[in-house]
């Protein structure tokens, strides 16, 4: 029978050591080391035409032009107020898959659990500057705190739990909700596209970067309760255009976490298309194991199983993200 001062402990390893009070050390750390990455999965490409997941002909959409040079930026905000239905995944993938179309990507984390900056590999508690610091601090410029990735092309300004008192303090400030805008203003002429991971909920970081973006790319899990908490998102966006940013508009929808083997994915799908139309992208994300793989990589599926299904799919959204 296990007693007290055994709990915790693996069997046949020793004890933490203890540190200078007695205490054994706990480490917060969470490190999963990757295995090498899956084997390929079968995945058959559609074709325009053919009906797709959404239940409506597949528009057809041509591979992105090269292009000669790099600028102004167009800035998407990922945004649902609802947690876990895959912005910061789609933020990551979608930003490789545009950088593979050969458009420089800037990844902006501004959600405080720093999540994005997990997923490239980024550990965000041992930053000593954060997308915090260029907001709060007069000398500290964006180019400053900008980290390159592992993707050729796609770079990242990182945020972690210190953005969280940014709410608070940015209440009394003139022209709050113009706050991101202003940050981004020095390096927008050096990419095609800046995507905003935003936190999951409408407060003030939301505002800003809605305020800053020009179009709003809205993840949505093909579940009902997912659903129900849209027409709250959109009625914020109209709220921002009205008063904010008469520049912003709705780029498009994404169906993600779908299964199309139930009968309540299926529901849920034909319900977003009959109710936004041709703003649902054609392209759905379906649920898989992949994802949670990449986390712990810290890549993006389109490098990690580069010939899997979920890298497809987000290839195919860039190309839509492009198109539009």
């Known amino acids: 029978m296990s007693t007290p001062e055994h709990a915790g402990q693996t069997w046949g390893a020793p004890p933490p050591p203890p540190s200078p009070s007695g205490v054994p050390r706990a480490s917060v750390e969470l490190s999963l080391a990757p295995h090498a990455a899956p084997a ?8 325009a035409g053919e009906m797709g997941p959404t239940g409506r002909p597949l ?7 090269l292009i000669a040079g790099h600028g102004p930026a167009k800035i998407l905000a990922v945004c649902n107020q609802k947690g876990g239905v895959g912005k910061t995944t789609s933020t990551i993938n979608l930003g490789a898959a545009l950088s593979e179309y050969g458009r420089k990507v800037l990844l902006v984390d501004f959600d405080p659990q720093g999540a994005l900056s997990v997923g490239l590999g980024v550990h965000p508690h041992q930053l000593d500057q954060t997308i915090y610091n260029v907001i709060m601090e007069r000398d500290v410029g964006v180019g400053d705190v900008i980290m390159r990735t592992p993707v ?26 113009h706050t991101l805008v202003r940050t981004l203003r020095p390096v927008i002429e050096h990419y095609d596209y800046v995507l905003v991971d935003c ?13 800053a973006a020009d179009g709003v790319l809205i993840p949505l899990e093909c579940e009902f309760f997912s659903l129900r908490g849209v027409a709250l998102l959109i009625d914020t966006i109209e709220k921002v255009r009205e008063r904010l940013n008469p520049k912003l508009e ?8 779908y299964d199309p ?31 949670p793989e990449t986390t712990v990589a ?11 299904a979920g890298a497809k799919a987000y290839r195919a959204l860039a190309r839509e993200v492009i198109a539009r």
């Open 40 to 47: 390929d999965e079968d995945h058959t490409e559609q074709v």
């Open 59 to 65: 528009r057809f959409v041509a591979d992105p032009p």
């Open 152 to 177: 050729e092309g796609m770079d990242l300004l990182p945020s972690n739990i210190d953005l969280s008192a940014a709410e608070i303090q940015l209440v009394s400030e003139v022209g709050r909700e």
């Open 199 to 211: 936190q999951p909920s409408l407060g003030l970081l939301t505002v800003n970067a809605l305020a």
């Open 250 to 257: 709705i780029t498009g929808i994404l169906a993600t976490m």
């Open 261 to 291: 083997r139930t009968l309540h994915s299926r529901e849920v799908m034909a319900r977003v298309v009959e109710a936004f139309g041709d703003v649902v992208f054609d392209t759905v994300i379906n649920r898989t194991v992949r994802f």
């Open 298 to 308: 810290g890549e993006p599926i389109t490098s990690w199983a580069p010939r899997s």
